[in-house]
């Protein structure tokens, strides 16, 4: 597990999402393969809509399809992960909005929350943020892309000052060659 991955899975669930959308497919012959991305608590404070999905096109470019409900306004986070590639399993907790306030000096993610329409810090207010035709452009990252190959899956529970959020996701970061050569589809 490489220090951007690490970095990736202590911010917020929201920011969370956004780094996961950074993995996804095609760049530089890597495709991502999303089980699931979605709440694993019926009362979530701060909730995924149905359907919650993160599509790569072929040029780099990043849609996440689907909205995030805040159902208060937040002003305090605590979020506890643990996050799986293959055999390798990392777990703790951090301050979601001090991570929030990290990821400002963090331009990759200033930029894609940016882009996104996403609050750059706490408080976060109640609402509803859908994610829309903004795409965010992932090329930079194509050649660490078989440093996250695999199987990688996650989960997160955020305490906040008005209540409990949990989320959770499955995906699978594929080379297509390889995938290709092993289906004997050569060529
Ligand atoms: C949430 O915060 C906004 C902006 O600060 C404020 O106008 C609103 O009244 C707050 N809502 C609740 C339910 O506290
Ligand atoms: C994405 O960013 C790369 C540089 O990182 C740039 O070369 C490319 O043109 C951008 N793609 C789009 C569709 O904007």
């Keep these: 597990m490489n220090a951007s991955m690490t970095t990736a899975v202590l911010i917020s669930t ?55 409900t805040a159902h208060a306004n937040i002003t305090s ?7 799986q590639k293959d055999l390798i399993k990392l777990s703790g907790k951090k301050d979601g909005c001090k991570q929030l306030d990290d990821a ?23 609402g509803t943020v859908c994610f829309g035709n903004k795409p965010i452009n992932v090329s930079k990252y194509k050649l660490r892309m078989n440093v996250l190959a695999g199987h990688l899956k996650g989960k997160s529970v955020t305490t906040t000052n008005a209540g409990k ?11 297509v060659l390889m995938k290709a050569i092993g289906r004997g589809v050569i060529g």
């Design 77 to 83: 986070a605590t979020v506890e992960f643990t996050v």
């Design 104 to 126: 400002k000096s963090s331009s990759d993610i200033q930029m894609g929350l940016e882009i996104l329409g996403l609050p750059k810090s706490c408080p976060i207010n109640k």
């Design 165 to 175: 959020t949990c989320m959770e996701f499955s995906a699978k970061l594929v080379n």
């Design 14 to 68: 929201i920011v969370v999402l956004i780094l996961h959308a950074k993995i996804a497919r095609c760049c530089g012959g890597y495709e991502l393969e999303i089980d699931y991305i979605r709440n694993c608590d019926s009362d979530n404070i701060v909730e995924l809509s149905e359907k919650f999905n993160v599509v790569l096109k072929p040029n780099c470019q990043v849609y996440i399809n689907g909205c995030i």
